[in-house]
């Protein structure tokens, strides 16, 4: 496996992202790998984010679901799912990306640097749930909801005012 840490020019701006998540990583490389796209691989080798992708997804709807389940005592069943399907949107975790700056440090291929893909909304959902994944293989459940909670706190809070508003599941 080729390293792709080797060929990024921005390891103090991987390093920042890092800091604006509040967790810095006891493995370097994992945080490496949830910012390799598909794409970049295809140029370069390494492995891409799309297993830690998978895993991130997972450990973004637990975390949602057991915040707003323990935040909002006064929600019913249906309108927690609301809120959760609008936290973990598209849209919602594209705009925690853009928070910390994540598509400026994202590995990309040659192709998706030319049409805009460090600020594709998918590419930068997809970016965020490796991230998270990698988190939580790195420092584990309690430290992963942490993370999440600290980056979708403001989207929570808004999807909570009246929830279904944004339903995009």
């Known amino acids: ?16 992202i890092a800091d604006r998540l509040g967790h810095r990583f006891a493995d370097p490389v994992l945080l490496t790998e949830a910012l390799t796209h598909r794409s970049w691989c295809a140029e370069h080798g390494g492995v891409s984010n799309e297993r830690l992708e998978f895993l991130g997804d997972a450990v973004l709807g637990l975390a949602v679901t057991e915040t707003v389940f323990r935040s909002r005592p006064d ?4 309108d ?4 959760r399907s609008a936290v973990v949107s598209e849209d919602a975790l594209a705009g925690a990306a853009r928070s910390i700056g994540l598509g400026g440090v994202l590995l990309l291929g040659r192709g998706e640097v030319a049409s805009g893909g460090r600020d594709k909304s998918s590419i ?4 965020m749930e490796a991230v998270v994944g990698a988190v939580f293989l790195d420092a584990g ?7 999440v909670h600290d980056l979708l706190a403001e989207p929570i809070r808004v999807a909570s005012l009246h ?3 944004n339903d995009y599941k």
Do not use: F, N, Q, Y
């Not at 930068?124 to 970016?127: E, I, K, R, S």
């Not at 459940?141 to 993370?147: G, K, L």
């Open 141 to 147: 459940h309690a430290r992963s909801i942490e993370v």
């Open 163 to 165: 929830p279904g508003d």
């Open 75 to 78: 929600h019913d069943e249906g």
């Open 124 to 127: 930068l959902c997809d970016a």
């Open 1 to 16: 496996m080729s390293s792709p840490a080797s060929a990024d020019p921005a390891t103090a701006e991987a390093e920042a």
């Open 80 to 83: 927690l799912a609301k809120i």
